[in-house]
């Protein structure tokens, strides 16, 4: 675990370097228990930085999110890292932007924050209604330590943990220029819950649990723009020419589209959970995602964003690979 | 004035009666989302008129659909036909600052042409309004010339009296709407006054605020300030805060084909997005997320208030709430009012 007052010092110092940009943290956010990414770019602004349980945004995804605008003539781009701090998940997602060749390794400058799962906000607004007026978290042991206005509470760390941490295999950062704090025992064997009841249910059953929820879709796309390894400049869902997906909210159309955005994360998603936690309509879409990367695991053994030496799963072919699915 | 009281265990019989007059709309929960949709007796989903401090989606879906059938068309064909007509319809449980909002976007769908898809829907469309009694922390209505138990924009005033509802016809329609239910109403004696006393004691529970005066003024004078990229940079550029935004209200057009049937189609279109002024020669006037910000927060308290002499913005906080990366309305104002 980390303290506060490492992450502050080493942000000071990293932000001090000339060939630093900036860092991307986190920081308190404006009302409740939310929290906010964080810009340091002076030794001041790191006296902001946090990281506790709420900490749940994948900074990762700033990497590709930032437009590459045309630049005045004469004008040099800068050139400068980008400094970010990451948890187990968010450093996986770093990993694959980079074997994908999203980014650049001279590009970032990666801090890594062992884990011990983050906190669902919809779970913690539930059990604490009060955290909506005001609540600070930090983990202890296998507890979660809650701090409201007028006192502290615990609670049992997996009552409040985000579906995607209670199944998290790496909650240590997997490639970092430093790990800041000790490194967490890992606590699970990747089995997600939910899915396993899901896959024994009947098709039509399946058919109708999607039907329900993907029938909900606003099609905001928060999911997909929050997704790191969403950034495809030219995404399918914004052709016009030819249309792929229709503008109308419907279920029909809403189903194509997370169909087809699971299906470009196929090997590629590393399970941060992100997109379920953004969704205003509350959509499971972390257990569709986790199918997939379940699949991936257990036929060819590959996890997403692990190793910064590999290959992309889609780039990558073993003669041993089951080919069973071949018609 | 019409008052009337409702008596809680005569709810099924109002709300039946109403629906049998006319189309009703009513809030119900669907997993974490409130939202209002029009009722049936056979509807699974529960009835929720308490449990939310406000519906997660405004009720605007109910004059301006997310998606909705201009004409449809065979293709080749020159005939086009007409959608189907709209119900009169009620709708029930609508906050007061979502009753303003439909009150504001009156404006734009009628300055110039009129737009008869928007306002036959409005014109059709009653609003029974439920004033609030627990504020969510997010609400700062009572900035912006609105309040807990406001009437603007509605027929009729609801309030939660605990084992009643007291009533308040504000218009004709919400007094012919009201007398077309009366047989599970009381008349009102004292109740008007605890109603009263209710929004006032929720008036008193809105902890969030902005003055909001100099706002217009000083966006103007902010275009080219460095503020926009701060703000921005966080955004992820999706569409949650305009589409829960009960004053958003742009829009795209596309015709949908499929195999010889066509429909041409509105829906709703996000400032937010890439895609939004995207010229067809691939040039955008709005090429990044710090010009779309700003342009979010402009239409909002700097355009709309130089066209129509009104801040577009009722405080609600929805997009303050729904945020995904805490980008906080409210925080864009307080910075805008400092950096001048």
């Known amino acids: 675990?980390?303290?506060?007052?490492?992450?502050?010092?080493?942000?000071?110092?990293?932000?001090?370097?000339?060939?630093?940009?900036?860092?991307?943290?986190?920081?308190?956010?404006?009302?409740?228990?939310?929290?906010?990414?964080?810009?340091?770019?002076?030794?001041?602004?790191?006296?902001?930085?946090?990281?506790?349980?709420?900490?749940?945004?994948?900074?990762?995804?700033?990497?590709?999110?930032?437009?590459?605008?045309?630049?005045?003539?004469?004008?040099?781009?800068?050139?400068?890292?980008?400094?970010?701090?990451?948890?187990?998940?968010?450093?996986?997602?770093?990993?694959q932007l980079l074997t994908e060749q999203g980014i650049e390794k001279e590009q970032v400058l990666i801090l890594g924050v062992p884990c011990r799962g983050v906190i669902d906000q919809r779970k913690l607004e539930e059990k604490f209604p009060e955290a909506l007026g005001g609540v600070e978290a930090e983990w202890d042991g296998d507890k979660i330590r809650l701090r409201f206005p007028e006192g502290e509470k615990e609670i049992a760390r997996e009552e409040l943990l985000a579906g995607n941490c209670l199944n998290c295999?790496?909650?240590?950062?997997?490639?970092?220029?430093?790990?800041?704090?000790?490194?967490?025992?890992?606590?699970?064997?990747?089995?997600?819950?939910?899915?396993?009841?899901?896959?024994?249910?009947?098709?039509?059953?399946?058919?109708?649990?999607?039907?329900?929820?993907?029938?909900?879709?606003?099609?905001?796309?928060?999911?997909?723009?929050?997704?790191?390894?969403?950034?495809?400049?030219?995404?399918?869902?914004?052709?016009?020419?030819?249309?792929?997906?229709?503008?109308s909210v419907n279920y029909s159309e809403n189903t194509a589209f997370h169909i087809a955005r699971a299906f470009h994360l196929v090997g590629r998603c590393v399970g941060c959970g992100e997109c379920e936690r953004v969704c205003p309509a509350g959509i499971p879409l972390g257990k569709l995602n986790q199918k997939m990367v379940e699949e991936v695991r257990d036929k060819y053994g590959f996890e997403a964003g692990t190793d910064p030496e590999s290959l992309p799963f889609q780039a990558s072919y073993d003669p041993q690979d089951q080919e069973d699915f071949i018609l | 004035m019409t008052e009337k009281v409702l008596q809680k265990e005569n709810w099924s019989s109002f709300v039946q009666a109403l629906a049998d007059a006319r189309e009703l709309w009513l809030p119900v929960k669907e997993g974490p989302l409130h939202k209002f949709v029009p009722y049936s007796s056979e509807q699974e989903t529960p009835v929720d008129l308490e449990g939310y401090a406000n519906s997660s989606v405004p009720p605007k879906e109910a004059v301006f659909p997310q998606t909705e059938t201009m004409f449809r068309y065979q293709t080749g064909d020159q005939e086009i036909c007409p959608p189907e007509a709209i119900k009169e319809r009620v709708l029930l449980g609508v906050r007061p600052c979502d009753a303003r909002a439909m009150d504001l976007v009156d404006h734009v769908f009628q300055w110039d042409e009129d737009d008869t898809y928007y306002l036959d829907r409005r014109k059709k469309t009653a609003l029974l309004?439920?004033?609030?009694?627990?504020?969510?922390?997010?609400?700062?209505?009572?900035?912006?010339?609105?309040?807990?138990?406001?009437?603007?924009?509605?027929?009729?005033?609801?309030?939660?009296?605990?084992?009643?509802?007291?009533?308040?016809?504000?218009?004709?329609?919400?007094?012919?709407?009201?007398?077309?239910?009366?047989?599970?109403?009381?008349?009102?004696?004292?109740?008007?006054?605890?109603?009263?006393?209710?929004?006032?004691?929720?008036?008193?529970?809105?902890?969030?605020?902005?003055?909001?005066?100099?706002?217009?003024?000083?966006?103007?004078?902010?275009?080219?300030?460095?503020?926009?990229?701060?703000?921005?940079?966080?955004?992820?550029g999706c569409g949650t805060c305009t589409y829960l935004c009960p004053t958003c209200h742009c829009f795209d057009i596309q015709d949908e084909v499929e195999g010889y049937e066509g429909r041409r189609c509105r829906m709703w279109d996000s400032c937010m997005f890439g895609e939004y002024t995207l010229h067809a020669s691939g040039h955008n006037p709005r090429p990044s997320r710090r010009e779309r910000t700003r342009n979010r927060i402009n239409h909002k308290y700097h355009y709309f208030v130089r066209k129509f002499d009104k801040i577009a913005c009722v405080g609600c906080g929805r997009c303050i709430t729904s945020c995904p990366v805490n980008i906080d309305i409210l925080d864009i104002l307080s910075r805008v009012k400092e950096a001048l």
């Open chain 1, 1 to 95: 675990m980390v303290d506060q007052a490492v992450i502050r010092e080493k942000a000071k110092e990293i932000v001090s370097r000339e060939d630093v940009k900036h860092l991307v943290g986190w920081r308190k956010g404006t009302f409740g228990y939310r929290v906010s990414p964080h810009w340091v770019e002076t030794p001041e602004d790191a006296e902001k930085l946090i990281f506790s349980p709420l900490c749940s945004p994948n900074l990762t995804t700033y990497l590709t999110l930032e437009e590459k605008l045309p630049l005045p003539k004469g004008e040099e781009p800068d050139r400068r890292k980008t400094a970010l701090l990451v948890k187990g998940c968010d450093s996986r997602a770093a990993v």
């Open chain 1, 169 to 247: 295999r790496y909650p240590n950062p997997v490639w970092a220029e430093e790990i800041l704090g000790d490194e967490v025992e890992p606590w699970s064997d990747g089995k997600a819950p939910g899915v396993e009841e899901l896959e024994k249910a009947s098709p039509d059953d399946r058919w109708a649990f999607w039907e329900k929820e993907f029938s909900r879709c606003l099609r905001c796309y928060s999911c997909r723009n929050v997704c790191p390894m969403c950034y495809c400049e030219d995404c399918i869902l914004d052709r016009l020419n030819p249309t792929w997906v229709y503008r």
């Open chain 2, 129 to 236: 309004g439920l004033a609030c009694h627990e504020p969510f922390p997010n609400c700062f209505c009572t900035s912006l010339e609105g309040s807990p138990g406001s009437t603007q924009g509605l027929d009729v005033l609801m309030v939660d009296l605990g084992e009643s509802y007291y009533l308040r016809a504000v218009t004709d329609r919400g007094k012919k709407i009201l007398q077309s239910v009366e047989s599970s109403l009381e008349e009102a004696s004292e109740q008007g006054k605890q109603a009263e006393e209710i929004i006032k004691k929720a008036e008193g529970k809105i902890g969030r605020k902005v003055e909001a005066e100099d706002v217009p003024e000083k966006l103007a004078q902010l275009w080219e300030d460095p503020l926009w990229d701060r703000i921005s940079r966080a955004c992820l």
